[in-house]
């Protein structure tokens, strides 16, 4: 976590590199902001974890989450799902997947615990920028990055070839501005590896009508209950 941090995000998404610097006002799409490349590097470490700790199993995903991107961190302390799970939208996801009573204390046990549960959780992003400032989920510029990563840095994800699917893949949107992005930009459904198509819509929505994570929620869009 001491070393300077490569540029990973800037080799390989050079186009997403541009829009995201035309949303945030970045000057230079080639140089990001250090932060961003080293959340970046421990979110795919992590991500690579909880992939060895589905395989190892064979299991098949079943509920998939779709994140935004990992929070926005200036120091060492990153806060992504995979990492050390925190915060209430975590929460929600978690209780959503797992009675209250019964959630792990221990974090990888936790997590071994959704993965039991064929639960995965991807982001539709790389890039760890704080998209509520500015108003920037509403700009077009958002829905733009949006579309480009999900042709990219989705795509890559879900069609892991380590990655087993479920036949009937149940789908959930963690961030409604993300998933109103991903309607516009696929009209007409979004792909999934078992040969489905998503056709993203509010009713999709893991969250209250105000945005706010809620377990019930995520246990009505993934009809466990």
């Given at each position: 976590m001491g070393t300077i941090p490569n540029r990973q995000l800037?080799?390989?998404y050079p186009q997403e590199c541009m829009k995201?610097?035309?949303?945030?006002?970045?000057?230079?799409s080639n140089n990001l902001p250090s932060h961003l490349n080293r959340i970046y590097s421990v979110t795919e470490a992590k991500w690579e974890e909880n992939i060895h700790r589905l395989a190892k199993?064979?299991?098949r995903v079943k509920y998939l989450m779709f994140g935004e991107a990992a929070p926005e961190s200036y120091d060492n302390d990153v806060s992504y799902f995979y990492n050390n799970c925190q915060g209430s939208w975590c929460k929600a996801i978690v209780e959503g997947l797992i009675p209250r009573h019964e959630v792990p204390n221990d974090t990888e046990?936790?997590?071994d615990e959704?993965?039991?549960?064929q639960f995965l959780l991807v982001d539709t992003m790389p890039f760890a920028v704080n998209y509520s400032i500015s108003n920037r989920r509403s700009k077009v510029a958002y829905r733009e990055l949006v579309k480009l990563c999900a042709l990219s840095y989705?795509?890559?994800k879900l069609f892991d070839p380590r990655l087993l699917w479920a036949d009937d893949i149940l789908v959930a949107f963690g961030v409604k501005k993300n998933a109103e992005a991903m309607m516009q930009a696929f009209p007409n459904g979004f792909p999934l590896p078992n040969g489905q198509n998503v056709q993203v819509t509010y009713d999709l929505v893991a969250t209250t009508k105000a945005n706010y994570p809620y377990s019930g929620r995520v246990k009505q869009v993934f009809k466990l209950r």
């Open positions: 800037e080799k390989e995201l610097a035309q949303l945030c006002g970045f000057r230079n199993t064979n299991i046990t936790k997590f959704l993965a039991k549960r989705l795509h890559k």
